[in-house]
């Protein structure tokens, strides 16, 4: 398991369980629609418990997991700073409060459900976590400059991404194993030759 950042100006951390789990269930209650923007900003702006490369890179494996991202993220800062307490404790926050609120919108939702008006709602919604997404994955571009494999390799590989699944409609499986497997596989190339080079310059 990772050790624990030390805390700089520019970073923080959670000082106590109950911290994360007060910070992911305000977290959770927050992610109506679009939990993507909502996650990058009380994480990465407004607590700097991680940067932005650190966001990009620990958002990707939590995709990869099974399981909802959101809540794959929420395990692996917890277990990172107080190890299985930790763990438990952000996916207590960002499961106990929203469950409660769900239940309650179900009971209500299911005496409206036959209403265009709360049909259009729903749609309406949609769109604008489409934004909120499409929003976020544009401010952390900035991210990618750091990347190893560089920029233009980086936005390539997010091309042939959205060509795969928004154009080609090809499984999700197959994109991760094919694009993503390649991907990773030029990623340890080029950080073992960067390693090769530190060795030598030793």
Known sequence: MPEPLPPTPEHSHPTSKTDLFVSFTWLALQGFGGVLAVVQRELVEKKRWMTREQFVEDWAVAQIMPGP??????MMIGGRYFGLPGALAALAGMLCAPM?????LAVLYGNVADQPMAQNALR???A???GLITATGIKLIGALDKNAMGLGVCIALAALTFVAIALLRWPLLWVLLGIGGCACLWAYRVLSDVDADRRKDT
């Not at 991202?69 to 929420?74: A, E, F, R, T």
């Open 69 to 74: 991202n959101v809540v794959n993220l929420s």
């Open 100 to 104: 409660v609120v769900v239940l309650l």
């Open 124 to 126: 309406g919604m949609g």
């Open 128 to 130: 604008v976590a489409a």
